[in-house]
């Protein structure tokens, strides 16, 4: 495996902070604000507003209920200037966008110039109405820079003020792997934190001709 330079410096100038104004979502912002402070980042923070489709009673049956409609833009925009009120050291902006959220994040990629994406998942509880569930999925594929999700079970108030004292890099020595070596490293150095790399070997079965201790001398 080529080694990754352990001079570079990764550059966090721009971060995208997703919310939906859930709890899921918040318990993102303590490391969005721990990145953002240590690497002197303006952070935006979007929220896409699902289109909601007119009320049409239908001809025959039981009539429908209509749709409650969501917050308006001004309540929306308050509730995220809320949650950023912790983040009136650095640099930020509100960005509320209509319709799709894969097309919302990626216009906000490239007019941003992001370099980091942040976002909370509330992990095997569903679909919510912005990143949660299986569009965080699709933004961890498609996002051409990094992307940082923050789980369910992660401290809303972690030690340190969202820095890192403790990094695991997990590799499969994959292209794919190999590419999040420059941020674990750059981020171990940044923080002082220890960096450990896990590589998990899978369990041999009785007909394969290398025996274990061959496999893990072979690395």
Known sequence: MKATPTQ??????????????SDAASTALPYVAGLARHFGSSVFALHVRPIVQPFVAPPFGEPMEPM?????????????????????????EVVIADGDVWLSVQTAIDEKKID????????????????????AEEILRRAPCAVLTVGPNAPSAPAR???????????DFSPEASAAAPYAISLAQEFHANLTLLHVIPDLKVSDLATRTEVESAY
Request: glycine content about 12%.
């Open 116 to 135: 980091l994406i942040v976002l909370g998942t509330r992990g095997r509880t569903g679909l919510s109405k912005l990143v949660l569930g299986s569009v």
């Open 8 to 21: 570079t410096r990764i550059q966090l100038k721009n971060i995208l902070y997703c919310t939906d104004l």
């Open 161 to 171: 003020g969202g820095e890192f004292s403790e990094i695991l890099y997990a590799t």
């Open 68 to 92: 409650i409609p969501g917050p308006t833009e001004t309540e929306i925009r308050e509730g995220i200037l809320k949650e950023l009120s912790g983040l009136s050291d650095t640099p930020n």
